[in-house]
């Protein structure tokens, strides 16, 4: 969805660097989420942001942090990449009116050596 | 705490056959279902969703589910498969309240031979 813009959309780092993946909306929406996929392992969400001052952990939050800048901008930070960080990372959003559909950027393909 | 199954990994179909999609979903509060699409290489993209309304939803590309509250079921069909519909398949549910996280089943990937 050309709403919501995921930036870098390829990155390949080395072990204990410190990465950001970007993610922009302009759908005005005003939740955003990350999460990473691996294969076979369906989507597992990362972190989540209700509004500009609200961010909760998700499942696998050890190794990340986020930050939500604007309303339209969230940030996840890996502060130490590791090798088993590799994985497609995607960005979604949602209207809190709109009974829980998520809309989900292109992904992220990072690459952790 | 809400989860979701996903039944078979892998599903191969001639192109003209019915698809039969598998989800049961365990959830504490009255769920909200989706099922989202993800072609290779792009993001995922909603095919269609259950909130409270209608039990048998519709959604795009002659893609179907219907909810089944005594089987904690929310199965995706489609009559005829198209070769276009090879792709990955995921269900999820809220993880609480409306409109909150969603939770993903693992995939099913769809393959759809001529």
């Known amino acids: 969805d050309a709403d919501v813009t995921q930036t870098p959309r390829n990155r390949i780092t080395k072990t204990g660097k410190r990465i950001m993946l970007e993610c922009s909306q302009t759908?005005?929406?005003?939740?955003m989420y990350w999460y990473r996929q691996d294969p076979g392992l369906g989507l597992q969400l990362i972190y989540y942001s209700f509004d500009v001052k609200d961010i909760n952990k998700g499942e696998i939050s050890d190794g990340y942090s986020v930050s939500r800048q604007a309303q339209a901008k969230f940030s996840l930070s890996l502060e130490s990449a590791i090798p088993n960080q590799t994985a497609l990372y995607f960005c979604?959003?949602?209207?809190?009116?709109?009974?829980?559909?998520?809309?989900f950027g292109p992904g992220t393909r990072l690459l952790v050596l | 705490a809400q989860s979701v199954t996903q039944l078979g990994s892998h599903v191969s179909v001639s192109e003209g056959a019915l698809v039969l999609l598998r989800c049961n979903y365990s959830s504490s509060v009255p769920p909200y279902l989706f099922w989202y699409v993800q072609y290779p290489n792009q993001g995922l993209q909603l095919l269609l969703k259950?909130?409270?309304?209608?039990?048998l939803v519709k959604g795009i590309n002659g893609f179907e589910a219907e909810f089944k509250k005594s089987e904690t079921s929310f199965h995706l069909t489609k009559p005829s498969a198209h070769m276009s519909d090879a792709a990955e398949y995921f269900c999820a549910v809220s993880k609480g309240q409306a409109g909150t996280a969603l939770i993903f089943g693992k995939g099913t990937t769809l393959s759809v031979s001529s």
């Open positions: 979604a959003t949602s209207d809190s009116r709109d009974r829980g559909t998520q809309y």
């Open positions: 259950y909130t409270s309304a209608a039990t």
């Open positions: 759908k005005g929406h005003d939740r």
